[in-house]
């Protein structure tokens, strides 16, 4: 097993192959220069996870803030598909493997399924069923009946409650992934195991529609949601193969992305004039196909619109100052923010149009992503609110 830490660099000693499948994977966020020694200086930024690489070894990446729990914790709190998930963002010394947020994923699906079925055991649907029996059972089926020489066995056909639905079956195929890998197995643990034993003769073919999170379960399944999301996401982890036929597991989470969505979802918490728009494409043209930036988040108030910029970064840059500006340009606007993790090096807290002529204003917020993960709610209530204080001037008042 190889394990670095992001934005930390390390010489790994990788197989040419492995960093060929890693560099498309992971693209502009990391970087992989051959030594000397024949190892690889890697350096990888905004992403965490486990990949199984092509020479069998297993790459893990684990984040640099907080640990496995805390940011699986953190994506439950601010991504839509784990909506239905409730973790508290810590666990026992230890108990975060050493494979991070894709052993807490994997031990939160064993565990709170498990907790699910403790209630009322696998869900069981009516199915219709064929077989000969020495005694009847159900209906006679009288045209084989009548075919036959001896009435004995007769040829029954009945109804009967099965495991065999289509949540289940998601399930089984879920458990199944989960435990190929040996180190995910082993973070699955003792309920990893039951269920499996509970699972293990149901078909792994789900249909499709119990793959989309868009579409609620029926109301006699409704308190399976968060066991079928997370059951969705492991599966979804094996979905990148090596170029041939095997299946690789890949547990990729973006933390760039899971940053922006945290500042949709602060942004959420408040009442503005208008809807909040998200991933916002300013009005702009292109000679380049393909060219287009977005706002991460634009909102009014006041009769005003602030533009908000998410920056998932150590420290704060000119050039994302002149984004945001470039941005509030393009709209007319007068206010703008950028919010950055906390411990970032910002340097200020906000910025503003020279003296004489206070057109615009930029502020700088910062977001705690570990209290995110242990109490989101409230942290994302702090950011929306501190955003929207800052509308309560006009940049004439911020800056008399």
């Not at 709190?77 to 963002?89: C, I, N």
């Not at 869900?123 to 069923?129: E, K, N």
């Not at 089926?141 to 099965?162: D, G, H, I, Q």
Request: proline share 6%.
């Amino acid at each position: 097993m190889k394990e670095v830490r992001e934005g930390v660099a390390v010489d790994l000693d990788l197989a040419p192959g492995d960093v060929a499948y890693l560099r498309p994977l992971l693209g502009l966020a990391s970087s992989f220069e051959r030594q000397g020694s024949g190892a690889f200086r890697t350096l990888i930024r905004r992403v965490a996870g486990l990949w199984a690489l092509p020479s069998g070894e297993t790459l893990v990446v684990q984040p640099e803030k907080g640990n496995g729990a805390e940011v699986f914790a953190w994506m439950c709190a601010v991504d839509p598909r784990f909506r239905p998930v409730k973790w508290r963002g810590t666990a026992p010394e230890g108990a975060d493997g050493q494979h991070g947020v894709a052993s807490i994923a994997v031990r939160a699906f064993a565990q709170i399924l498990e907790e699910d079925l403790s209630r009322a055991g696998p869900r069981r649907d009516y199915q219709r069923r064929e077989d000969d029996a020495s005694v009847l059972r159900g209906t006679i089926r009288w045209a084989e009946l009548a075919r036959r020489t001896s009435p004995v066995p007769v040829p029954c056909r009945y109804w009967e409650r099965n495991i065999d639905t289509p949540l289940n079956r998601l399930f089984a195929a879920a458990v199944h992934a989960a435990s190929a890998h040996d180190s995910l197995r082993e973070a699955g643990g003792m309920p990893l195991d039951r269920l499996h034993g509970i699972f293990g003769h149901v078909p792994r073919l789900p249909p499709a529609w119990i793959l989309d999170r868009t579409r609620p379960l029926p109301r006699l399944e409704a308190d399976f949601e968060a066991a079928r999301s997370l059951a969705i996401t492991i599966l979804q982890a094996f979905g990148i193969s090596h170029g041939g036929a095997q299946r690789a597991l890949a547990f990729h989470v973006d933390l760039a992305r899971l940053f922006e969505m945290t500042v949709e979802a602060a942004a959420r918490t408040q009442a503005w004039d208008g809807k909040v728009a998200i991933q916002y494409q300013p009005p702009y043209e292109a000679d380049v196909a393909g060219e287009e930036s977005r706002i991460d988040v634009l909102v009014r108030a006041r009769g005003e619109a602030l533009v908000i910029d998410a920056k998932y970064s150590k420290a704060f840059s000119k050039s994302h100052l002149y984004q945001v500006l470039a941005y509030m340009k393009m709209l007319g606007a007068r206010r703008g923010a950028l919010v950055y993790p906390k411990g970032a090096e910002l340097r200020g807290e906000r910025f503003w149009s020279a003296p004489g002529a206070p057109e615009w204003e930029v502020r700088l917020h910062e977001v705690d992503l570990v209290a995110v993960a242990s109490n989101g709610r409230r942290e994302l209530e702090r950011l929306g609110e501190a955003l929207k204080a800052g509308m309560g001037r006009t940049p004439e008042e911020a800056t008399a």
